[in-house]
């Protein structure tokens, strides 16, 4: 990879990490879990990034959501599940239409994210199962999905037809 591809990368990383930070601000309350736009930046950043990149974004989003909102057992599971996701949605968006792996990607939020922040929740004894843990997120995750859904899927679309270069690169 060239030098130029790789600072390109790194200052994408940058701005959709803070970009990130900076949409999981706009959120809704639940008991268990915060529903925002945060993930919205990851998945816009895996359809046309490698999935190294992706991943960086999400722990960058976890990283700096819970140092803002000094909820680190659910934050930094949450970037590393939203993460996952992003490598997961790099990788479809090379093999299929990069708004169905948007999608996609987002759906499988209730694996990689809520799998991560249960197994935290589980390990520090917050909870007493994983399941327990998992049912207890559904409410919150289904919001967030939904929302980061529509409007990855709308700002994909979008990007796609004002710079369809983009979409051309690893």
Do not use: C, H
């Not at 809704?28 to 990149?53: K, R, W």
Request: aromatic letters at 8%.
């Amino acid at each position: 990879m060239s030098r130029d591809r790789r600072s390109f990368i790194l200052i994408y990383v940058a701005v959709f990490g803070a970009l990130s930070i900076v949409l999981s601000s706009i959120r809704v309350s639940f008991p268990l879990g915060n529903p925002n736009l945060g993930s919205t930046p990851v998945s816009i950043a895996a359809s046309a990034s490698p999935g190294l990149a992706a991943f960086a974004v999400g722990i960058i989003k976890g990283v700096g959501v819970s140092l803002w909102t000094g909820q680190a057992l659910i934050e930094i599971p949450a970037g590393i599940g939203d993460g996952l996701m992003g490598v997961f949605t790099s990788w479809l968006s090379r093999r299929i239409n990069p708004v169905l792996a948007v999608a996609a990607g987002q759906i499988s939020r209730y694996l990689f994210t809520s799998g991560m922040i249960a197994v935290s929740l589980t390990l520090s004894k917050s909870y007493p199962g994983f399941l327990e843990a998992w049912a207890a997120m559904i409410p919150a995750i289904t919001a967030s999905v939904v929302a980061n859904l529509l409007l990855s899927a709308a700002a994909v679309a979008g990007l796609r037809r004002l710079y369809p270069s983009a979409f051309k690169v690893i």
